[in-house]
């Protein structure tokens, strides 16, 4: 019985281990609610991406965003915004593999990656990523940081707001109207009680010709008894 009772708990302890080797390696694969980004957005000056050959690059002016090479677009507030609130906090979760030779099946790699990159006033790099689709879900992405070999699932899909066109970013600014509207005139009212009296017209009665014209017809007649 003594025998039978020790086998019973060398058999216990060994599933016992099992099930805290299993937890222990699924805590190292696993960061949940860690956002890619730990930063400020304040400290944040420069963006850059680049996507499928195409890149954009945007610099804060002042308050103002513009667009690097693209004067004629302003930068639109929303796409800014879903950069700081949607992608720069989007969270890794599950470790999928340590090894660059796969970063191909995950879409990190130089020819399929989206790449972003994130830098201070002076140009120096805060941060920087590289973003790929999922194949089996698409309502989330892979992203590797920085350097790190390393390749995580995302909690979300982030991919649509890091477009690397310029017109995603900004748009031409919309003519301004004429302003056609003028001051209202009262053509019925009254001069105001202040203004000065309206001068007489003069007419000089010399040289009023708008009259008929008159013949004195006497003195032609008079004439024509002369002449005979």
Do not use: C
Not at 43 to 53: C, L, N, P
Not at 132 to 160: A, C, E
Not at 219 to 228: G, N
């Amino acid at each position: 019985m003594a025998k039978r009772a020790r086998l019973w708990l060398i058999v216990i302890l060994a599933l016992g281990a099992g099930v805290a080797y299993v937890q222990l390696s699924k805590t190292k694969h696993t960061a949940t609610g860690v956002p890619i980004y730990a930063g400020s957005r304040d400290d944040v000056q420069q963006v850059e991406i680049e996507r499928g050959g195409e890149r954009v690059e945007l610099r804060l002016d002042g308050d103002v965003w513009r667009l690097v090479g693209h004067d004629s677009l302003e930068v639109r507030e929303a796409p800014i915004d879903n950069l700081f609130d949607r992608v720069l906090k989007v969270e890794r979760t599950t470790l999928m593999t340590r090894s660059a030779d796969r970063w191909s099946v995950y879409s990190v790699d130089d020819s399929a990656g989206i790449r972003l990159s994130v830098r201070n006033a002076g140009g120096d790099e805060l941060a920087a990523f590289v973003f790929g689709q999922s194949r089996r879900d698409w309502s989330k992405n892979y992203v590797r940081l920085g350097s790190d070999k390393s390749v995580y699932l995302t909690n979300n899909n982030i991919t649509y707001y890091l477009n690397a066109t310029p017109d995603f970013w900004g748009a031409k600014p919309e003519p301004a109207a004429a302003d056609t509207t003028g001051p209202d005139i009262d053509v019925g009212a009254d001069a105001p009680s202040d203004a000065p009296p309206a001068s007489p017209v003069l007419i000089d009665a010399k040289r009023d010709t708008s009259g008929p014209l008159k013949l004195d017809l006497d003195a032609v007649a008079d004439t024509a008894k002369t002449q005979e």
